[in-house]
């Protein structure tokens, strides 16, 4: 008797991009137009058979094939960004290619104007700051809550946006990261409300936080806690493809989408990548697809897992939720007893084959994704009990640079009067005193370490010891 094979039968959630794809490869024309590789057959054999033939036709733009266009959105991309502003719980979303810094790029050059004072975390990704530099608003920094021990910032205070609101009356926007890259939490909902009190626009970066609105056991987004618009990276833990990412506009948002799409357009390619823009089609419905909801679930399960599994262990220890802030359960910040994070990242990838999300000074970053099975995470545990056990003590004198800045700024000229400034490039060693003249942000986490306009001091050293020499102002 042949054997049965037990086939779920999933039902099907609507991915037009995807569709139109579809019928575009499954219809071929007689191609006298761009890409110039045409199906793939201008280009290295080597490379069509490591990425595929079929990858390669799908290689199209928006001006082809009844596919749409993505500014304005039209056919299938406007049926998709529809699709996604509903799943998200937005009244528009658009589609982002060069991920979610042009998303920030364009709200910044979109919303905000030459000497206008945005409040800003001073954890924020460098895309923010490039957006400023662009427009010209100044920030005005909100420091977060430090967390010592694990070397990380912390969540941001609703208290401290209100001081600098209640000692600032030109603020034109409020412009919080959440979560951090290790997955803190802050009260976006009494940020919201401190935003509202004094009528100014919260935009929240919520690039880590993409899977929030797919899974109730997940922090809430901030598109239902009262924040205008919300940018989220899918292409880091939603499935779409690298670069590929949302922008989308709160239900009662009173912001101009218009402002925002006009400087998108600006910003964009005119030649967006269909297969991008198809792969957040099909990440989104992936999500909302009783199969995605099962990853989801699965990717929390693993979690709790892997959780249960670090508190069974003497010397190595997890960031959890603390009173003042959540965390996202899906990533997991840990650090071992005499190991610093970089070395700890280098333990695991030189001796188990294991790559994680980042590591900086204390510890290291892992990310329980959707697309992981039960089994990557009982090996991981499995390496992680070998280090327990081995108790390292070996290595922290050996770290010579720092890699998660967290100092205060001392800002002696404005960001983009900074950036347009005459500068000259000089030894690290004689840059203290002087006035950075670029953006020192490594990523990850992009987090900066100077900024144009900022005073060096023997504090940043340790974190530029990969530099020989740097741009300050004349
Ligand atoms: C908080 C935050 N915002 C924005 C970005 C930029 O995102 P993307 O890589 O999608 O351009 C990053 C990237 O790491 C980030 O961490």
Known sequence: MLNKIKRKIYTKVKAPIVDALKTAYHNPTYQFHIPGHTKGLGTLPDFRNLVGKKALMVDTTDEFDNLGTLTPATGPIKEAEELAAQAFGAKKTFFLLNGSTVGN???????????????VNRNCHRSILTGLI????????????????WGIWGNIDAASVEELLAANDDVSMVWITNPTYEGVVSDIASIAKVCKKYNVPLIVDEAHGCLWNFNEKLPTTSLKLGADIVVHSLHKTGGSMSQSSMLHIAEDSTISAEDVERALMLLHTTSPSLMLLGSLDAARANLQSERGQKQLSRAIANAKYLRSEIDKMETIHQLKADFGFKTDITKVFIKADGLSGKRLEYILEADFGIEVESASDEGILILCNIGNKRSDFEYLVKCLKKIDESKYQDIYYLENKKHMPMLTPIIKKSLRDAYFSEKEIIPKEQ???????EVVAECPPGISILLPGELITEAHLPYLADYDVIEVLK
């Not at 364009?106 to 004072?117: D, S, Y």
């Not at 840059?431 to 003249?437: E, N, P, Y």
């Open 105 to 119: 790029l364009a709200i910044a050059m979109g919303l905000t104007r030459k000497g206008q004072k945005v409040i």
């Open 134 to 149: 662009i427009s010209g608003a100044d920030p005005l920094w909100v420091i977060p809550n430090k967390l010592e021990n």
């Open 431 to 437: 840059a203290v005193g002087r006035l950075s003249g």
